[in-house]
């Protein structure tokens, strides 16, 4: 029972456009969400998270969006650079200190 | 500050072997997590602690075991290794806001 789902296992983007990265979830528990990224043969590392009680975070080129009675959120990059190339998982919890939920992670690339 | 750190980095185990991942943080980190990644299917959550002498089951707990006797360090033990144990292991710990994760493990079980 996958409670957080990427549909896309992959993404192509041309260098210095727009990447959008989408996830829904299906527990309307979940209140903290997250967006990790990760290189081949590397741990994920954190890249921006969202509360419920917001709609909008940015942090520099990044910005999650989320949809609480969709129950979906999304995850912009612009412009995209080639070293944004990685595995982007999102990640739900009930609480931020929660245990996380992932989903099965989207595969971009960046093309020059 | 070396973060979160794994041992060993790789390994292959024939079935029914057991073998001992390392996981350590010096972050002081209280709760801290083993989860498996497998192609499609992101990562799940195995085991957890919410702090030392505590430990708790998680999504896939069955075949493992895990012990937590000092803060810094999280044991994950394999008693008797089966290929489909065979998958990439990642340690976790949580700080504030999110969780920090070590380099990983690739197992293979033949």
């Known amino acids: 029972d996958q409670q957080v789902k990427q549909n896309s296992p992959s993404l192509s983007v041309q260098e210095g456009r727009i990447s959008i990265l989408n996830c829904d979830y299906t527990?309307?528990?979940?209140?903290?969400f997250l967006w990790y990224k990760k290189y081949p043969a590397e741990g994920p590392t954190f890249l921006i998270s969202?509360?419920?009680?917001?709609d909008k975070n940015e942090d520099g080129r990044f910005t999650v969006f989320l949809n609480k009675s969709a129950k979906h959120l999304s995850l912009h990059i612009v412009p995209s650079q080639p070293g944004d190339s990685a595995v982007y998982f999102c990640?739900?919890?009930?609480?931020?200190?929660?245990?996380?939920?992932f989903g099965a992670g989207t595969q971009v690339v960046v093309t020059p | 500050n070396a973060g979160v750190t794994q041992t060993p980095k790789f390994r292959v185990l024939k079935t029914g072997q057991s073998m001992t991942l390392l996981c350590a943080q010096d972050?002081?980190?209280?709760?801290m997590y083993w989860y498996r990644q497998d192609p499609g299917m992101g990562l799940r959550l195995i085991h957890y602690?919410?702090?030392?002498?505590?430990?708790a089951k998680g999504e896939v707990p069955d075949g493992y075991n895990v012990s937590r006797l000092k803060k810094q360090n999280f044991l994950l033990g394999l008693e008797s290794a089966a290929p489909s144990q065979t998958s990439v292991y990642f340690c976790?710990?949580?700080?504030?806001?999110?969780?920090?994760f070590g380099p990983g493990t690739r197992l293979t079980v033949t």
């Open positions: 976790a710990s949580t700080g504030l806001y999110e969780q920090y």
């Open positions: 527990n309307s528990m979940f209140d903290y």
């Open positions: 969202i509360s419920s009680i917001k």
């Open positions: 990640a739900a919890s009930i609480g931020s200190w929660g245990k996380l939920q």
């Open positions: 972050m002081n980190h209280e709760y």
């Open positions: 602690s919410v702090g030392e002498g505590t430990t």
